[in-house]
């Protein structure tokens, strides 16, 4: 279990993290998502005491992580997979870290055999792809068998088979009752991976609940209806509040109504229907909209490109 309570970090006058207060339980896998610069590492750094908070504080399994008897064997964590000496083989790099923290060298071999990384196992570090090197860092956070894991960004360089290795272990690891807390951006992966969600953008918390609640909750209901009277549907609905968007003569689509809703408002006008489908948000959508204010680096700040460029494909 990890507990933050009003967590904040400053930076000078900037503030990457400003006063989070969330619970990662455990037997489950909870996600940490957030666009670029949204404090996400930030915060994984100030839970295994990397990073001193500036105000607050956090708490694994009750206690400050350097209070800990073992650490490692409490939490493992993948926070820079590039933080690894070159010039060691990965295994000499797990031995040695073993050996410091009093794990037996049959450990390191489990790791080794449980993250693939047994044909690269005797070669130096230095020459490890980025996947690799992934692979090397999540073997490092399991050494201890800790029961609680942070992953910062795991599937980042990862194959597909890579990135479906991580989704196994990680539900793997939450199923044997192991708290698990993962950070990403991707939101497809998340989709597939998480239990729960905790959604951060400029530093702060703006979602904080299991996936299908997040998804259901922020895609605003919309239906798709084909009529042969748009227009007299379009004005019975349009009293309410609802918007239309009349997508070709005999389709449209209606935000803000239910299915039951527009059946009542077509059949009390005598309007013939003839599809009535419930289109739900894809986690995609939610995520934009819960994250459109939050983001600190807009695609559109970008200098437009010439007219005309990029273009193409337009019908
Ligand atoms: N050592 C530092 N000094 C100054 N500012 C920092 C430092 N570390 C992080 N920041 C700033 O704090 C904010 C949060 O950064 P952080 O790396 O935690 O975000 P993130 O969500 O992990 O982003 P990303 O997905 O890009 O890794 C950013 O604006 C970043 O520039």
């Known amino acids: ?34 666009p670029n610069g949204a404090g996400k590492s930030t915060t994984m750094r100030m839970i295994v005491g990397l990073d001193r908070p500036s105000g607050g504080d956090v708490r694994v399994n009750g206690k400050h992580y350097a209070q800990h008897a073992a650490p490692l064997r409490e939490v493992g964590a993948l926070l820079d997979a590039k933080a690894v000496h070159t010039k060691r083989s990965a295994y000499n790099h797990l031995r040695a870290m073993a050996a410091t ?45 800790p029961h609680t894991v942070i992953l910062d960004e795991p599937v980042n360089g990862l194959d597909p088979e890579g990135v479906q290795w991580v989704r196994h272990l990680v539900k793997g690891l939450a199923s044997e009752g192991r708290t698990v807390f993962l950070s990403s951006h991707l939101m497809s992966e998340m989709a597939l991976t998480a239990d729960h969600l905790i959604v951060i953008g400029r530093g702060r918390i703006i979602a904080d609940a299991p996936i299908s609640e997040i998804i259901a909750g922020q895609g605003q209901s919309r239906t798709r209806v084909r009529t042969e009277n748009p227009g007299e549907l379009v004005r019975a609905l349009a009293a309410d509040g609802v918007t239309t968007q009349q997508l070709e003569p005999e389709l449209l689509e209606i935000t803000g109504a239910d299915t039951r809703r527009i059946a009542q408002a077509a059949l009390a006008n005598q309007v013939l229907v003839y599809e009535l489908t419930p289109l739900q948000a894809s986690l995609e959508e939610a995520y934009m909209q819960l994250t459109g204010d939050a983001v600190e680096y807009h695609s559109h700040d970008l200098p437009q490109a010439p007219a005309g460029a990029g273009a193409q494909g337009g019908k």
Do not use: C
């Open 1 to 34: 279990m990890i507990e933050a309570a009003e967590l904040a970090k400053r930076y000078g006058s900037k503030t990457a993290v400003d006063r989070i207060s969330f619970t990662v339980k455990p037997g489950q896998v909870t996600g940490f998502l957030g």
């Open 101 to 145: 923290h009093g794990i037996p060298n049959s450990r390191v071999k489990e790791v080794i055999d449980m993250t693939g990384l047994g044909p690269v196992a005797k070669k130096r570090v230095g020459g490890f792809s980025l996947g690799m090197g992934q692979r090397l860092g999540i073997a490092a956070a399991l050494l201890g068998d």
